[in-house]
């Protein structure tokens, strides 16, 4: 038959319960707060690369615009105009 746990067993019970959610609690946070750290970081980096991208986009195209201009002044001056 199943004797049940004194008074002080049940509370020693709870309170290594009560520690053991604690633990749990406390690494939850801390990789809540990692994982906060690395999305920022994350997001950085890729507005970085973004705006780096966009940049040279901007460059190959005014290069572009640059060189198709030359083209046309070399094969008829009067399009200039």
């Given at each position: ?12 019970l ?62 008829s001056?009067?399009l200039?105009?």
């Amino acid at each position: 038959m199943n004797k049940l746990p004194s008074v002080s067993e049940t509370l020693s019970l709870l309170d290594q319960l009560k520690r053991v959610v604690q633990g749990f609690a406390a690494r939850e946070t801390e990789l809540d707060q990692e994982f906060r750290a690395r999305k920022a970081a994350e997001a950085r980096s890729s507005d970085a690369a973004g705006k780096e991208l966009a940049q040279q986009h901007s460059d190959r195209v005014a290069l572009a615009q640059v060189n198709a201009h030359d083209e046309r002044s070399k094969q008829s001056p009067l399009l200039l105009r």
